[in-house]
Protein backbone atom coordinates (compact mmCIF):
# COMPACT_ATOMS: atom_id res chain seq x y z
CA UNK A 1 0.00 0.00 0.00
CA UNK A 2 1.26 3.56 -0.99
CA UNK A 3 0.00 6.77 0.12
CA UNK A 4 -0.05 9.51 -3.01
CA UNK A 5 0.17 13.37 -3.03
CA UNK A 6 0.47 15.32 -5.80
CA UNK A 7 1.31 18.79 -5.26
CA UNK A 8 -1.19 20.42 -3.07
CA UNK A 9 -3.63 17.83 -3.45
CA UNK A 10 -4.86 15.19 -0.14
CA UNK A 11 -2.89 11.84 0.11
CA UNK A 12 -5.15 8.98 -1.52
CA UNK A 13 -3.91 5.65 -0.68
CA UNK A 14 -2.88 3.20 -3.37
CA UNK A 15 -2.82 -0.95 -3.31
CA UNK A 16 -2.60 -3.36 -6.20
CA UNK A 17 -4.00 -6.82 -4.93
CA UNK A 18 -3.39 -9.13 -7.30
CA UNK A 19 -5.52 -7.66 -10.18
CA UNK A 20 -7.53 -5.69 -7.99
CA UNK A 21 -6.94 -1.85 -7.38
CA UNK A 22 -7.74 0.01 -4.17
CA UNK A 23 -7.82 3.47 -3.65
CA UNK A 24 -8.63 4.72 -0.38
CA UNK A 25 -9.24 1.30 0.62
CA UNK A 26 -12.21 1.01 -2.18
CA UNK A 27 -12.30 -1.45 -5.29
CA UNK A 28 -12.31 0.41 -8.39
CA UNK A 29 -13.07 -1.35 -12.04
CA UNK A 30 -9.36 -0.17 -13.59
CA UNK A 31 -7.04 -2.39 -16.04
CA UNK A 32 -3.48 -1.43 -17.22
CA UNK A 33 -2.01 -2.03 -20.78
CA UNK A 34 1.47 -1.57 -20.93
CA UNK A 35 2.34 -0.23 -24.37
CA UNK A 36 6.44 0.22 -23.87
CA UNK A 37 8.65 -0.19 -20.94
CA UNK A 38 7.66 3.21 -19.71
CA UNK A 39 4.33 3.87 -21.31
CA UNK A 40 0.92 2.67 -20.03
CA UNK A 41 -3.06 2.77 -20.86
CA UNK A 42 -5.33 2.31 -17.97
CA UNK A 43 -9.29 1.59 -18.78
CA UNK A 44 -11.23 3.39 -16.04
CA UNK A 45 -15.00 4.59 -16.21
CA UNK A 46 -14.90 3.68 -20.04
CA UNK A 47 -11.70 5.96 -20.58
CA UNK A 48 -9.05 5.49 -21.38
CA UNK A 49 -5.65 7.18 -20.61
CA UNK A 50 -2.11 7.20 -21.24
CA UNK A 51 0.41 7.09 -18.79
CA UNK A 52 4.22 7.49 -19.43
CA UNK A 53 7.20 7.26 -16.78
CA UNK A 54 9.52 9.74 -17.45
CA UNK A 55 11.01 9.44 -14.17
CA UNK A 56 11.82 7.62 -10.65
CA UNK A 57 13.52 8.64 -7.90
CA UNK A 58 13.91 6.52 -5.59
CA UNK A 59 15.52 8.54 -3.03
CA UNK A 60 12.84 10.90 -2.65
CA UNK A 61 10.24 9.05 -3.24
CA UNK A 62 9.06 10.65 -6.33
CA UNK A 63 7.26 9.82 -9.83
CA UNK A 64 7.91 12.15 -12.45
CA UNK A 65 4.62 10.89 -14.83
CA UNK A 66 2.71 12.71 -18.26
CA UNK A 67 -0.90 11.61 -18.40
CA UNK A 68 -2.78 12.39 -20.58
CA UNK A 69 -0.15 14.60 -22.24
CA UNK A 70 -0.44 16.67 -18.47
CA UNK A 71 3.04 16.48 -16.34
CA UNK A 72 2.75 15.67 -13.02
CA UNK A 73 4.29 14.62 -9.89
CA UNK A 74 3.64 11.72 -7.44
CA UNK A 75 5.21 11.85 -3.88
CA UNK A 76 4.96 8.23 -2.63
CA UNK A 77 4.85 7.21 1.19
CA UNK A 78 5.24 3.28 1.91
CA UNK A 79 4.38 1.65 4.99
CA UNK A 80 7.49 2.04 6.39
CA UNK A 81 7.40 5.92 5.70
CA UNK A 82 4.33 5.88 8.15
CA UNK A 83 5.85 4.29 10.82
CA UNK A 84 8.62 6.45 10.70
CA UNK A 85 6.21 9.45 10.71
CA UNK A 86 4.27 7.82 13.52
CA UNK A 87 7.51 7.22 15.90
CA UNK A 88 8.55 10.69 15.45
CA UNK A 89 11.54 9.68 12.86
CA UNK A 90 10.57 11.49 9.98
CA UNK A 91 12.38 14.22 10.06
CA UNK A 92 15.38 13.86 7.49
CA UNK A 93 18.35 15.49 8.14
CA UNK A 94 19.39 18.13 5.06
CA UNK A 95 21.29 15.94 3.07
CA UNK A 96 24.58 17.00 1.11
CA UNK A 97 24.36 16.91 -2.61
CA UNK A 98 26.90 15.17 -4.82
CA UNK A 99 25.87 15.26 -8.36
CA UNK A 100 22.81 16.18 -10.19
CA UNK A 101 22.05 13.65 -12.85
CA UNK A 102 19.37 14.52 -15.86
CA UNK A 103 15.87 12.38 -14.89
CA UNK A 104 15.32 11.87 -18.73
CA UNK A 105 16.89 13.10 -22.06
CA UNK A 106 16.25 16.37 -22.73
CA UNK A 107 17.25 19.52 -23.93
CA UNK A 108 19.29 22.44 -21.59
CA UNK A 109 16.77 25.22 -21.88
CA UNK A 110 18.40 27.69 -18.87
CA UNK A 111 21.04 27.00 -16.02
CA UNK A 112 19.79 29.08 -12.95
CA UNK A 113 23.42 28.31 -10.90
CA UNK A 114 26.88 29.16 -11.57
CA UNK A 115 30.07 27.67 -9.77
CA UNK A 116 31.17 28.40 -6.60
CA UNK A 117 27.21 29.35 -5.86
CA UNK A 118 25.48 27.62 -2.22
CA UNK A 119 22.28 25.78 -3.01
CA UNK A 120 19.39 24.85 -0.69
CA UNK A 121 17.20 22.10 -1.34
CA UNK A 122 14.04 23.17 -3.71
CA UNK A 123 16.70 26.53 -5.62
CA UNK A 124 16.45 25.61 -9.33
CA UNK A 125 18.83 24.66 -11.01
CA UNK A 126 18.33 24.00 -14.33
CA UNK A 127 15.25 24.14 -16.90
CA UNK A 128 15.35 20.91 -18.87
CA UNK A 129 13.00 20.97 -22.29
CA UNK A 130 11.66 16.87 -22.68
CA UNK A 131 8.72 16.02 -24.59
CA UNK A 132 7.66 19.69 -25.23
CA UNK A 133 7.36 20.55 -21.44
CA UNK A 134 10.16 22.51 -19.48
CA UNK A 135 10.93 21.01 -16.45
CA UNK A 136 12.86 22.77 -13.58
CA UNK A 137 15.55 20.14 -12.11
CA UNK A 138 15.64 21.60 -8.14
CA UNK A 139 18.22 21.32 -5.70
CA UNK A 140 17.43 17.78 -3.57
CA UNK A 141 19.83 18.65 -0.97
CA UNK A 142 22.55 21.69 0.03
CA UNK A 143 25.75 22.02 -1.44
CA UNK A 144 28.23 24.44 -3.31
CA UNK A 145 28.32 24.19 -6.77
CA UNK A 146 32.12 22.57 -7.67
CA UNK A 147 31.48 22.54 -11.48
CA UNK A 148 28.67 22.27 -14.36
CA UNK A 149 29.31 20.07 -16.62
CA UNK A 150 26.60 21.23 -19.26
CA UNK A 151 25.80 24.04 -21.19
CA UNK A 152 22.54 25.85 -21.95
CA UNK A 153 21.12 24.63 -25.69
CA UNK A 154 22.73 20.93 -25.21
CA UNK A 155 21.36 17.50 -25.11
CA UNK A 156 21.26 15.27 -22.17
CA UNK A 157 20.68 11.79 -21.82
CA UNK A 158 18.76 10.11 -18.94
CA UNK A 159 21.60 9.84 -15.52
CA UNK A 160 23.95 12.20 -17.43
CA UNK A 161 25.87 14.29 -15.01
CA UNK A 162 24.72 18.08 -14.75
CA UNK A 163 26.36 19.60 -11.87
CA UNK A 164 28.64 18.89 -9.30
CA UNK A 165 28.36 19.90 -6.32
Known sequence: ???????????????????????????????????????????????SHTIEILGVNNEDKTVNLVINNKQINLFLRDKMDALLEKLGMNQQV??????????????ILEIC??????????????????????????AHGEGVVKSILVKEKQSVEKNQVMIKF
Request: charged fraction near 30%; glycine fraction near 4%.
Open 113 to 138: VSENQEVKKGDPLIVLEAMKMENVIK
Open 94 to 107: SSAIKDLKAPMPGL
Open 1 to 47: MYSVKTGSQKEIKVDVNGLEFLVNDKSIDASVERISASKYIVHYKNK
